[in-house]
């Protein structure tokens, strides 16, 4: 059944408004259920962990069943390889304090030019105290996708560690992660993946991947501002903590420094059950072939909500890239082939003939039509491109809540300015 979007976009109390929001690759509208279980943790069990009480004890069960939410929507083999934090760059300049303990003075590591700059610097940080050499990935300006031959090169000097992004927050495009994985272990290297831009567009499964870290963002998927890691349990077990002393050294709460955001992975569990209900209502064509690859219960209807859309989303690329392509003076940076638009999301960046990224963005404002403008910190993108010194691009994200009337508009939104 394809997505009815009368029947999802109720499910987004925020979208009752004359606005269109493209602006969800720096954060989507939160769901209905999400923000059912922030009220329903505030209200009934608002309190902190361990207690020998009524509301720790329940808010304990809450805590747990987000981990294994999480554990689910990644399909981690245990909910105890799930770390909650503030954000996925809190979490990431965290747990690098750990990995790179396991570093030794001449090691190398690698990180891409494609990447969100908290899967670059928090790295590059790390290697400089402990006296390793940093090794970049350069990506082709002309389409936006990674350079597999020089991540080949750089793996070749048998480095320790790479970071590489699911997709680009930028340019849109999908890293064909599992095979890089594959090349960075075959290489002796542990890989980090930056999934906060793919996770509300496609399937995650990290045992298919086989990678040994991933971290994501809540609010990037219709929940809260949080940040939830997925860690080979090994690892995590053998990496030292930075915690105080009272803290737990068992998982998962071993790398979850002080009081948490309760109430926050309370919505981040009420954001994974909303998919579990997109799934139910939109997934059942694609239920034979998930059952058949192992999905089951929660697992499965993840899995089908995923499927369903992306294949509207799929939809979405070809408006969308028709619609910028109409419009005169415009260049769009990334993927334009028709032919190759699986290999990103809905996620297009341009710039317009004589006008300010910034300039564009308040024209659409004008027209109602919410997107970003400037690098989104993926700096090193807009500095290779060389249009940072310029305010970098406009960026418009559509995900699955948005409709191709919304993106009609933005066309005509776009004609308009053009034309002034």
Known sequence: MALNLSVVRSQFPSLNRPAIFFDNPGGTQIARQSLDRINKYLLECNANHEGAFVTSKASDVVL????????????????????????????????????????????????????????????????????????????????????????QQALARKPKFLAVGYASNALGTINPVQEIVKMAHDAGALVYVDAVQYAAHGPIDVQQLDCDFLVSSAYKFFGTHSGILYGKRELLESLVAYKVRPATNLLPGKFETGTQNHEGIAGVLGSVEYFEWLG?????????????????????????AMAALRSYEMDQNQVMLSALQAIP??????????????????????????????????????????????????????????IEDKGGMVRVGAVHYN?????????EALLEIAGQ
């Open 403 to 411: 409709t191709l009337e919304e993106i009609e508009k933005l066309k």
């Open 329 to 386: 003076g415009l260049e769009i940076y990334g993927i334009t082939d028709n032919g190759k638009l699986d290999q990103r999301v809905a996620t297009f960046s341009f710039r317009m003939k004589d006008l300010s990224p910034r300039r564009v963005a308040e024209k659409l404002n004008e027209h109602g039509i919410y997107v970003w403008d400037g690098n989104y910190y993926a700096i090193n993108v807009t500095e290779r491109l060389g």
């Open 64 to 151: 747990h069943e987000a981990h294994q939410a999480m554990a689910d929507f990644y399909n981690a083999p245990s909910a105890d390889e799930i770390v909650f934090g503030a954000n996925m760059t809190t979490l990431t300049l965290h747990i690098s304090r750990s990995i790179s303990r396991t570093w030794s003075e001449g090691d190398e590591i690698v990180v891409t030019r494609l990447d969100h700059d908290a899967n670059v610097t928090p790295w590059v940080l790390a290697a400089q105290d402990r006296g390793c050499k940093v090794n970049w990935v350069d990506f082709d300006v002309e389409d936006g996708t990674l350079k597999l031959d020089s991540l």
């Open 280 to 304: 139910k209502e939109f997934g059942g064509e694609f239920a034979d072939g998930l059952l058949k690859a192992g999905y089951t219960g929660r697992r499965l209807e993840l899995k089908k």
